[in-house]
């Protein structure tokens, strides 16, 4: 296990052999050499979100929206440390050549945590999705696969961004987010706590915001009082970049420089990405800060280096050689998470498709054969892109099928003109689809057009959506195949809730990764039955919830919605059919036998839902427990799922957990509401305590 105390000590024997001025410069995340102390340079940002991103070739997997779907803790752990595997590997070899450039170190700045409360924000699909139970358990099972349990950390995660945000992008600059006490405690904060006190991550990462009032990364309430005194985090902390300069240029609470370094390091930021703090002298000279303030940032920093084995030549992870990058055991668990991410929405009995019923097939729309629609963003480059209309293809193969393809119409519009183009491919779309047996139209968006502010390409530069439509020219596509198509599949390529109409049947495919193509092709054929959740709520229309700017929790996510749905919190359809029989519980844990009573071999995502008759608990049941378990046809297994350890509280409106005695638990493969059980067909057996 790793020795924290021996790392601070080190650590600090190493600070005090260094000058003001170094000790200054490493605070900043491309912290230059140290010759004379044998420090080499070292860039602190790297991204590994799904996949080691921005640093050439790696494994991508599904972005995490699409893990989250997966609704499978042990996959995300095992999927996170092949990921930290090749950042070790890329690292090592990088290194030794002399590369220490960003996106090469072992610090990862993942993964994003913020709830996904709305769904126009833009950079969602980078969460775990709306509901803080879920993205607790996926964000600790994730930092545990990337720092790993071995004498020191395979790399270094951060649990980001805290805390309160989700948008808007074009105004998170200057924005104050406003969230009152329960709020923060049920939701906003609730996976932070997880991932510092059971995952131990460590590094935290400030937003960009304000949180009622405070700049997150100079927050006294957020980084001393709960961060490191109530939940007793012991990383360090890093700003989002160029997050400190927002003080005095956009939220106006400092005048200079000097002032927003000094207000973030006082609070507890110890490193900046950016260039603020290369005022922290001016801001030392000023009396606005104490030397001991940049020495105590700086040990931390370097007790993370000495954690990574940085400086131990025989750290047990520097013999991983670049040979364990871009494996091809790392591949197929790329196609297994994409398998399991997808999620089918509506199936009128069209899938599966029977290869030796049909002689030709029609694949139009878009992102057919799109790599943004399998990357999303803070993405690697693979060496093995299979796009929708190549995974179509290559199954078609084998079947002697015909294959017909065509654009249909541009994603959005001309990205180097500008212009939104014309019907120039509609009329070919038509005559194919005439011909095909069964159309599949691969339509959605990339991350260009929801995305981060200021990502290049998007929609609306700020990268948040203004409605739940795809693109006018796909929807005037979709209606046309819908016209003409024998049979339609409508596959939708996207990191948020779509309000897609046309369809015998939908499959909602995420951003999934190298390997999308081939698993959509299994989906669609039936060798694979389709099991993934959706992770966020379905809206109808965004008229049906509050103002984007508005951070309360009132009538949003399935928790407290108060509306109909498109498709609720935790819905997917399976080829097979499922029964659940024999619940019980024991202390923390639920037990129940599923049973698969149809004709095809499938896996079952076990969701456990409580309520109790409280005024403080919300309005819905909520998600306390999920499992997944494969069961072959005809067969029966039993699962025994743990639930939440904070299941039987409920946090009142002074942000105070309180203990509930009498609750009512729901075991199903849905939430537990009319709706979403007749969608799902499987009725939820009940347990009350």
């Known amino acids: 296990m790793r020795d924290r105390l021996k790392a601070t000590e080190m650590a600090k024997s190493l600070v005090m052999k260094m000058t003001l001025d170094e000790k200054a410069s490493q605070l900043k995340y491309d912290a230059p050499a140290i010759p004379r102390l044998g420090i080499p340079a070292y860039n602190w940002w790297n991204e590994v979100l799904h996949g080691v991103a921005r640093a050439g070739t790696a494994t991508v997997f599904p972005q995490a929206i699409g ?3 997966m609704f499978d803790e042990n996959m995300q752990e095992e999927i996170a440390s092949s990921i930290a595997q090749e950042a070790r590997a890329k690292y090592n070899g990088q290194s030794q050549h002399g590369d220490r450039d960003i996106y090469k170190g072992l610090t990862v700045w993942s993964p994003n945590i913020n709830i996904f409360r ?3 924000w833009g950079r969602g699909h980078e969460t775990y999705g709306e509901d803080p ?16 349990n071995c004498t020191y950390l395979k790399t ?10 989700s948008g808007p992008e074009a105004l998170r600059h200057e924005f104050n987010a406003v969230a009152n006490p329960k709020d923060m405690t049920e939701t906003y904060l609730a996976a932070f706590e997880a991932t510092v006190k059971e995952a131990e991550v460590e590094s935290v990462m400030g937003a960009y915001n304000r949180v009622n009032g405070e700049p997150a990364c100079g927050s006294r309430t957020l980084l001393k009082d709960i961060l490191r005194d109530k939940w007793g985090f012991k990383g360090h902390v890093v700003s989002d970049c160029w997050a400190i300069r927002d003080f005095h240029e956009n939220h106006k609470v400092t005048d200079t420089a000097a002032e927003s370094a000094a207000l973030a390091l006082q609070n507890g930021c110890d490193l900046n990405c950016g260039n603020t703090y290369l005022h922290i002298m001016e801001a030392l000279q000023e009396g606005l800060i104490s030397e001991q303030q940049i020495t105590d940032a700086c040990i931390r920093l370097f007790t993370t280096r000495f954690l990574l084995g940085l400086f131990d030549e025989n750290c047990e992870f520097n013999q991983i050689d670049v040979m364990e990058n871009d494996t091809d055991e790392h591949n197929a668990l790329a196609l297994k998470a ?6 089918l929405l509506e199936n009128d009995g069209t899938l599966p498709i029977d290869p030796k019923s049909i002689r030709t097939i029609a694949v139009i729309g878009p992102n057919a054969d799109s790599i943004p629609a399998l990357e999303g963003n803070y993405n690697g480059t693979s060496s093995r892109y299979v796009t929708f209309l190549e995974g179509i293809r290559s199954f078609c193969k084998k079947y002697h099928i015909r294959v017909l393809y065509s654009l249909g119409c541009h994603l959005y519009k001309d990205r180097t003109s500008g212009l939104a183009m014309s019907d120039d491919r509609l009329a070919e779309a038509v005559m194919y689809v005439e011909k095909a047996d069964i159309t599949i139209a691969c339509v959605g968006l990339d991350a260009g057009l929801e995305g981060e502010e200021g990502d290049t390409g998007n929609e609306y530069f700020s990268g948040d959506k203004k409605d739940l439509l795809i693109p006018e020219s796909q929807r005037k596509l979709l209606k046309i195949l ?3 198509a024998k049979k339609l599949v409508t596959v939708i390529a996207a990191g948020s809730s779509l309000n897609v109409s046309e369809g015998n049947a939908k499959i909602f495919a995420w951003y999934p990764g190298q390997c999308g193509g081939t698993a959509l092709a299994e989906i669609l054929f039936g060798e694979v039955n389709p099991s993934g959740h959706l992770p966020v709520t379905f809206y109808k229309d965004v008229n049906d919830i509050p103002p984007f700017e508005d951070y309360s929790m009132r009538n949003r996510t399935y928790r407290y919605f108060e509306g109909d749905v498109l498709y609720p919190f935790g819905h997917g359809l399976s080829y097979t059919t499922w029964k659940l029989k024999n619940a019980s519980m024991n202390e923390d844990k639920i037990s129940v036998c599923v049973t698969n009573t149809g004709d095809m071999d499938g896996d079952a995502v076990v969701q456990i839902y409580v309520q109790c008759d409280h005024p403080d608990a919300p309005i819905h049941p909520r998600l306390c427990g999920f499992g997944r378990i ?6 029966e297994k039993e699962i025994t799922v743990l639930l939440d350890k904070l299941t039987r509280t409920v946090v009142d409106t ?18 537990p509401d009319p709706q979403s059980v007749q969608m799902c067909g499987v009725e939820p057996l009940v347990i009350e305590e």
Request: aromatic share 8%; with cysteine.
């Open 133 to 148: 139970y879920l993205t607790s358990r996926l964000g600790v099972r994730f930092i545990k696969g990337l720092q790993g």
């Open 118 to 120: 709305d769904p126009r």
């Open 654 to 671: 002074n942000g105070e957990r309180k203990r509930v005695d009498h609750m009512k638990f729901y075991i199903g493969m849905s939430q």
């Open 156 to 165: 270094a995660a951060c649990s980001k961004h805290f805390a309160v945000h």
């Open 338 to 343: 994409a398998e399991n991410s997808m999620v």
């Open 630 to 635: 494969s069961v072959q046809a005809k067969e």
């Open 482 to 484: 819908s016209n003409s």
């Open 67 to 69: 893990m989250a779907a």
